[in-house]
């Protein structure tokens, strides 16, 4: 069996939190070990002499975050290689990603002896360090929620960038169902589908109710249709049906677009992190 | 069309669809890092040093802040060699920075020694660049620890109770029956004022004046009608019997450092037949010392440097400076006293007197010359080993006589009245300012391995085992723990201990470096 994310055995009896949130055990196990590895070393280094980033045991947590700040960075790297099986599953360099995203920043904390930094440059590195890893964090907490969000109560399920082009589709096709409806049936498009039809429009409901209240919106509908005729009513439908799936399709460009734009707190501090560093690795070597 | 999806029967996308490239996040990632980095790869090449620096500099080394290479070398380190450019050389032959200096001085252990490979870099306890009001002084305990114990919890008790050290004093002296007197002599209500009246804190509050005979003691001790015990009389400097030196020959000898007796009372000394008597006697007498001088010369001949003292050479390590000032001091007044006279005896004397002050002073003030108070010490070695043992039990019994009412209060050992230590350096690991405690405990608080308030507040007589002064009437640690803990006053280690020796007694580092 393939041991990627989709493939991991779920716990039976572990409770659904922890199926949910804990990919891999193991891993969780092994980032705790190596967590707590970690700041025993710190605790006895502490006892016997002052940390700071420029001792002997400060540097060793500066060059063990460096490492683990590169680990990190290769998940960016597999994902754009894709192609080449020899590197290894993704997955695994996710694990890594996130486990060694937070082991990083562990090891930030030790190499300033759990202090704020007073220099500039040393003061951004770590701002930028501590903000990297809890958008990160942030990142990881929506890759859980959203898609469970979008799957409670969603019909449809669609890509995001097949959106506007799927709302012209069905605008195009309730406009063509309008031409042979009646007049209420007109009325009521113009009134309260028409506006929602022009294009992706994100709401914050989304985040709260996927389905963004349609049951209230659809009130309207229900009201006229046993005023119509038969082939209005069928109309009727048909264009409630197109309704609904557009407030659907907002909910996943509204939700969708936030798994997108989370990436722009993230990366670029992200970037802006490992170009310090690498500026603060050469200042320590040259002084 | 590859078909229809959703209940809405939507289209099938034609092709798959990957997910699109997120290029913009790293784009804005790099548009801030690269004008950030360029930032400050100009200002460390600019010379803006506070930007790459990893934090302001300590106030003290605030004005190189600029300036990275005044402490750094490029692609090495801040070497020792960089900070001895403005402060002592760690390796100069005084060694005041070193790990062997700083065994031998706190602990006494001479021979302690540490390799050198262990002599850490300045910057390992003093960390710089962390900003300005960081005292680079300041080492945390953490730094000790790696050697010591871990906290103050874990202090061992000090070492003169745990080995129950005995306090060099050199004087027969009891605390409780003095209080009583000042007590009573000033009418005092608390009796801790009775301490003061005698201790006089120095104007730092640190520490105390060393008591003084004339201030404090001279009113009930040595008064007019003190007197020696009757000695034998010796016709002139030449006779080889055990006796002492009268005004009259003494004046006949014009030696060294004898011009008070031409200004001393002839009508104090009473002779008894052969014996001769001295009424009142004055602290320091000048024809008692001037004959016990004599006394020791004739048992021990090789003593000479011992004349250049009022008392012993016993001093405690931190006073060793003060020894040889004493020296110079009376060599001084020899020389001033014996410049007027043409004598070529007085002449030739003069000039020996004058290089032995030269070697002296030289001494003194050569950091790189050991001083040693044994120079000054009378020992067995400089026994006069012609005398028969009669004959010196014969000279000791003239000494007795002699200083018999210093006896009352001092000790008399090989014709030299022990000094009086007044600081009998205890505390010889640690600093300890009493302005900083006056406020917070009363003297009988810590000072209580005396039962003086005690005894003053029974009535009560103290016994020779409870109050002498061979007492360390200081305190156990406990004592100083009962505040000093890390929830109450300061508990760090550099709250009482300091590394590096006391640099401003240069010369007396020499005696820590083998």
Same mark, same amino acid.
């Given at each position: 069996?393939?041991?990627?994310?989709?493939?991991?055995?779920?716990? $039976?009896?572990?409770?659904?939190?922890?199926?949910?949130?804990?990919?891999?055990?193991?891993?969780?196990?092994?980032?705790?070990?190596?967590?707590?590895?970690?700041?025993?070393?710190?605790?006895?280094?502490?006892?016997?002499?002052?940390?700071?980033?420029?001792?002997?045991?400060?540097?060793?947590?500066?060059?063990?975050?460096?490492?683990?700040?590169?680990?990190?960075? &290769?998940?960016?790297?597999?994902?754009?290689?894709?192609?080449?099986?020899?590197?290894?599953?993704?997955?695994?360099?996710?694990?890594?990603?996130?486990?060694?995203?937070?082991?990083?920043?562990?090891?930030?904390?030790?190499?300033?002896?759990?202090?704020? $930094?007073?220099?500039?440059?040393?003061?951004?590195?770590?701002?930028?360090?501590?903000?990297?890893?809890?958008?990160?964090?942030?990142?990881?907490?929506?890759?859980?929620?959203?898609?469970?969000?979008?799957?409670?109560?969603?019909?449809?399920?669609?890509?995001?960038?097949?959106?506007?082009?799927?709302?012209?589709?069905?605008?195009?096709?309730?406009?063509?169902?309008?031409?042979?409806? &009646?007049?209420?049936?007109? &009325?009521?498009?113009?009134?309260?589908?028409?506006?929602?039809?022009?294009? $992706?429009?994100?709401?914050?409901?989304?985040?709260?109710?996927?389905?963004?209240?349609?049951?209230?919106?659809?009130?309207? /509908?229900?009201? =006229?249709?046993?005023?119509?005729?038969?082939?209005?009513?069928?109309?009727?439908?048909? =264009?409630?049906?197109?309704?609904?799936?557009?407030?659907?399709?907002?909910?996943?460009?509204?939700?969708?677009?936030?798994?997108?734009?989370?990436?722009?707190?993230?990366?670029? &501090?992200?970037?802006?992190? /490992?170009?310090?560093?690498?500026?603060?690795?050469?200042?320590?070597?040259?002084? | 069309?590859?078909?229809?999806?959703? #209940?809405?029967?939507?289209?099938? %996308?034609?092709?798959?669809?990957?997910?699109?490239?997120?290029?913009?996040?790293?784009?804005?990632? +790099?548009?801030?890092?690269?004008?950030?980095?360029?930032?400050?790869?100009?200002? @460390?090449?600019?010379?803006? %040093?506070? +930007?790459?620096?990893?934090?302001?500099?300590?106030?003290?080394?605030?004005?190189?802040?600029?300036?990275?290479?005044?402490?750094?070398?490029?692609?090495?380190?801040?070497?020792?060699? #960089?900070?001895?450019?403005?402060?002592?050389?760690?390796?100069?032959?005084?060694?005041?920075?070193?790990?062997?200096?700083?065994?031998?001085?706190?602990?006494?252990?001479?021979?302690?020694?540490?390799?050198?490979?262990?002599?850490?870099?300045?910057?390992?306890?003093?960390?710089?660049?962390?900003?300005?009001?960081?005292?680079?002084?300041?080492?945390?305990?953490?730094?000790?620890?790696?050697?010591?114990?871990?906290?103050?919890?874990?202090?061992?008790?000090?070492?003169?109770?745990?080995?129950?050290?005995?306090?060099?004093?050199?004087?027969?002296?009891?605390?409780?029956?003095?209080?009583?007197?000042?007590?009573?002599?000033?009418?005092?209500?608390?009796?801790?004022?009775?301490?003061?009246?005698?201790?006089? @804190?120095?104007?730092?509050?640190?520490?105390?004046?060393?008591?003084?005979?004339?201030?404090?003691?001279?009113?009930?001790?040595?008064?007019?009608?003190?007197?020696?015990?009757?000695?034998?009389?010796?016709?002139?400097?030449?006779?080889?019997?055990?006796?002492?030196?009268?005004?009259?020959?003494?004046?006949? +000898?014009?030696?060294?450092?004898?011009?008070?007796?031409?200004?001393?009372?002839?009508?104090?000394?009473?002779?008894?037949?052969?014996?001769?008597?001295?009424?009142?006697?004055?602290?320091?007498?000048?024809?008692?010392?001037?004959?016990?001088?004599?006394?020791?010369?004739?048992?021990?001949?090789?003593?000479?440097?011992?004349?250049?003292?009022?008392?012993? !050479?016993?001093?405690?390590?931190?006073?060793?400076?003060?020894?040889?000032?004493? !020296?110079?001091?009376?060599?001084?007044?020899?020389?001033?006293?014996?410049?007027?006279?043409?004598?070529?005896?007085?002449?030739?004397?003069?000039?020996?007197?004058?290089?032995?002050?030269?070697?002296?002073?030289?001494?003194?003030?050569?950091?790189?010359?050991?001083?040693?108070?044994?120079?000054?010490?009378?020992?067995?070695?400089?026994?006069?080993?012609? +005398?028969?043992?009669?004959?010196?039990?014969?000279?000791?019994?003239?000494?007795?006589?002699?200083?018999?009412?210093?006896?009352?209060?001092?000790?008399?050992?090989?014709?030299?009245?022990?000094?009086?230590?007044?600081?009998?350096?205890?505390?010889?690991?640690?600093?300890?300012?009493?302005?900083?405690?006056?406020?917070? @405990?009363?003297?009988?608080?810590?000072?209580?391995?005396?039962?003086?308030?005690?005894?003053?507040?029974?009535?009560?007589? @103290?016994?020779?085992?409870?109050?002498?002064?061979?007492?360390?009437?200081?305190?156990?640690?406990?004592?100083?723990?009962?505040?000093?803990?890390?929830?109450?006053?300061?508990?760090?280690?550099?709250?009482?201990?300091?590394?590096?020796?006391?640099?401003?007694?240069?010369?007396?580092?020499?005696?820590?470096?083998?």
């Amino acid at each position: 069996m393939k041991k990627t994310a989709i493939y991991q055995p779920k716990r $039976p009896g572990a409770p659904g939190w922890f199926n949910k949130w804990v990919q891999s055990p193991r891993w969780l196990i092994g980032f705790a070990i190596v967590a707590t590895l970690c700041l025993a070393v710190y605790s006895v280094g502490a006892m016997y002499g002052q940390t700071t980033a420029g001792s002997t045991l400060g540097m060793s947590y500066g060059v063990a975050a460096a490492i683990a700040g590169v680990a990190v960075v &290769a998940y960016g790297g597999r994902r754009r290689a894709q192609r080449i099986r020899s590197l290894g599953r993704t997955w695994y360099y996710l694990e890594i990603h996130v486990y060694g995203g937070v082991l990083f920043l562990l090891l930030v904390f030790m190499h300033t002896a759990f202090r704020v $930094p007073s220099g500039i440059l040393t003061w951004v590195l770590w701002a930028a360090s501590l903000w990297m890893t809890a958008t990160g964090l942030f990142g990881l907490v929506l890759q859980k929620w959203i898609p469970t969000l979008l799957a409670s109560g969603l019909s449809t399920e669609v890509h995001l960038d097949r959106i506007p082009e799927l709302i012209v589709e069905m605008r195009l096709r309730a406009e063509a169902l309008l031409e042979s409806a &009646a007049e209420p049936v007109r &009325a009521l498009y113009r009134r309260e589908v028409a506006p929602v039809m022009a294009g $992706p429009q994100p709401r914050w409901i989304y985040y709260v109710d996927a389905t963004g209240g349609f049951r209230s919106r659809a009130r309207p /509908f229900e009201r =006229i249709r046993g005023l119509l005729p038969d082939a209005d009513r069928a109309a009727l439908d048909e =264009i409630l049906e197109l309704y609904r799936t557009k407030l659907e399709m907002d909910a996943h460009f509204t939700l969708q677009r936030t798994l997108r734009l989370w990436l722009f707190l993230h990366v670029p &501090a992200a970037v802006l992190m /490992f170009g310090l560093l690498a500026l603060h690795v050469f200042f320590v070597l040259y002084y | 069309m590859k078909g229809l999806f959703s #209940r809405a029967r939507l289209t099938v %996308a034609s092709k798959y669809l990957m997910p699109a490239r997120q290029r913009w996040p790293y784009l804005i990632g +790099l548009i801030l890092t690269i004008p950030l980095m360029a930032v400050f790869a100009v200002s @460390a090449v600019a010379g803006k %040093a506070e +930007l790459v620096s990893n934090g302001p500099l300590s106030s003290n080394h605030a004005l190189f802040g600029q300036d990275c290479g005044t402490c750094h070398e490029a692609f090495g380190s801040v070497t020792n060699a #960089r900070c001895e450019s403005c402060h002592e050389k760690s390796g100069d032959p005084v060694k005041a920075y070193a790990f062997d200096t700083h065994y031998r001085y706190r602990s006494q252990e001479f021979d302690r020694t540490a390799s050198s490979s262990s002599e850490g870099a300045c910057f390992s306890c003093h960390t710089e660049h962390r900003g300005r009001e960081q005292v680079i002084t300041h080492v945390a305990d953490t730094q000790c620890a790696s050697c010591h114990f871990k906290s103050v919890a874990q202090h061992p008790e000090f070492e003169f109770v745990s080995h129950e050290l005995k306090d060099p004093a050199n004087l027969k002296f009891e605390h409780t029956v003095h209080v009583k007197e000042v007590r009573d002599e000033h009418e005092l209500a608390d009796i801790e004022q009775t301490c003061i009246t005698c201790h006089v @804190a120095r104007d730092d509050g640190a520490t105390f004046e060393p008591i003084a005979f004339d201030a404090h003691c001279g009113e009930c001790h040595l008064t007019s009608s003190t007197s020696t015990k009757p000695a034998p009389l010796l016709a002139s400097a030449n006779d080889n019997q055990p006796g002492v030196l009268s005004l009259e020959t003494i004046r006949s +000898l014009r030696g060294p450092g004898t011009r008070w007796s031409f200004f001393a009372n002839p009508n104090e000394f009473e002779l008894l037949g052969e014996s001769i008597s001295k009424r009142p006697v004055y602290h320091a007498d000048q024809w008692v010392m001037e004959n016990l001088r004599f006394l020791r010369g004739r048992l021990y001949p090789s003593a000479e440097l011992a004349d250049l003292l009022r008392g012993s !050479a016993d001093r405690a390590p931190q006073d060793i400076t003060a020894l040889y000032e004493e !020296a110079i001091t009376t060599l001084a007044t020899r020389i001033a006293e014996l410049k007027d006279d043409p004598s070529r005896t007085v002449q030739a004397e003069l000039e020996e007197l004058t290089d032995l002050l030269a070697t002296v002073r030289q001494r003194l003030n050569d950091p790189f010359s050991p001083l040693d108070e044994n120079r000054f010490a009378v020992s067995v070695g400089d026994r006069d080993s012609s +005398l028969s043992g009669t004959d010196r039990e014969a000279y000791v019994e003239v000494v007795n006589a002699l200083t018999n009412p210093c006896q009352e209060c001092h000790y008399v050992e090989q014709a030299t009245i022990k000094a009086v230590q007044t600081d009998q350096g205890n505390l010889i690991r640690a600093e300890f300012n009493h302005r900083a405690h006056i406020l917070h @405990a009363r003297c009988l608080d810590c000072h209580n391995q005396i039962p003086i308030r005690e005894n003053v507040a029974n009535d009560v007589e @103290a016994t020779e085992a409870t109050d002498n002064a061979e007492i360390l009437n200081n305190p156990p640690l406990a004592t100083c723990l009962t505040c000093h803990s890390p929830k109450q006053a300061g508990s760090e280690c550099i709250t009482c201990h300091v590394f590096h020796p006391d640099k401003g007694r240069r010369s007396n580092l020499l005696r820590y470096h083998p």
